[in-house]
């Protein structure tokens, strides 16, 4: 990754990042062999008041990993810190490590442009650009000086976002006109554009009606052979109709994270349980 300008530096230097470890793992904290991102003792800050309390975890690559929990758990905030959008927040700071195929994405040499190119985001409300259906696929594209053929890669991110057939005769209209629901996979289509890494979904489904969202769970799916995904849902019968892992927070802790089915069936801690079966969240 590139350089940093002078006052990306300064934000860096809000962080501190200890050595990575394994050795003090929680006995309920899965890990990975090869994961695409790991957390070692992740604490993220606004101000003096630490939301997220030293966090450990590994995201397995090419699968759906959904973080789960009350309001106000830190679900969002966690997955802000995979691709540094909490450095657009002044008084946030953190503290541990956040590791992307083994490197310190908060090192002061790591450009966050370029690691949120990797490491892309789809957030709740979809939020198209009111620009043509074109122009918001190849806006990524434009920023990097893309230098292939353009209208190729658009055709194949709105491919890959399972909306090709239904746009190929609206690229010069406004994305505005388009649905929710195709709205939300233009979004994931202009972060597909770009070839990340991962995606990064913040409640991509909360704001869309039921078939819509049966489109976006089928076409994640689709995408988790190629991508690795993480997803953040109050949905609990859509993390488990989703996800292959589920981490379930609360009050800013990772309480547990284990493969999907142990979860929803047999989690280990009570909180888990009771989360689960509603008896508080």
Same mark, same amino acid.
């Not at 959008?85 to 450009?111: K, Q, R, S």
């Given at each position: ?25 929680p ?10 991102i ?10 003096s ?26 679900k969002s905030?966690l ?9 657009v ?6 503290e ?26 789809v ?24 230098v292939g ?25 406004? +994305?505005?006109?388009?649905?929710g ?23 991509p ?18 995408l ?11 949905n ?10 589920? +981490?379930f927070?609360n ?5 547990e994270?284990?493969?999907?089915d ?8 009570e909180?888990?349980? +009771? ?7």
């Amino acid at each position: 990754m590139s350089q940093t300008d002078s006052a990306a530096e300064t934000t860096m230097d809000r962080f501190q990042v200890p050595a990575f470890s394994d050795s003090r793992e929680p006995r309920h904290i899965m890990v990975h062999a090869d994961p695409v991102i790991a957390t070692q003792d992740l604490s993220i800050y606004y101000g003096s008041a630490k939301t997220i309390h030293n966090i450990s975890m590994t995201v397995p690559r090419k699968k759906i990993t959904a973080l789960i929990g009350p309001s106000g758990s830190g679900k969002s905030t966690l997955i802000r810190a995979f691709n540094r959008m909490n450095d657009v927040i002044p008084i946030a700071w953190c503290e541990g490590a956040v590791l992307f195929n083994g490197e310190n994405l908060y090192a002061p040499e790591v450009d966050p442009v370029e690691v949120r190119r990797r490491i892309g985001m789809v957030f709740q409300k979809p939020n198209p650009f009111p620009k043509s259906v074109y122009e918001n696929v190849a806006f990524g594209l434009r920023v990097n000086r893309y230098v292939g053929t353009l209208g190729e890669r658009v055709e194949g991110a709105l491919r890959r976002a399972a909306l090709w057939d239904e746009v190929k005769d609206r690229l010069k209209d406004s +994305a505005l006109g388009l649905s929710g629901g195709q709205q939300q996979r233009l979004c994931i289509a202009r972060a597909l554009a770009v070839e990340p890494d991962v995606i990064l979904m913040d409640e991509p489904a909360s704001a869309l009606d039921p078939i819509a969202t049966g489109r976006i769970e089928e076409l994640m799916h689709e995408l988790k052979e190629n991508y690795t995904i993480i997803i953040v849902t109050h949905n609990m019968q859509q993390a488990a109709r989703v996800a292959d892992y589920t +981490a379930f927070m609360n009050l800013g802790q990772l309480i547990e994270y284990a493969a999907t089915d142990k979860i929803f069936t047999n989690p280990d801690d009570e909180r888990t349980e +009771a989360y689960i079966t509603g008896r508080f969240g």
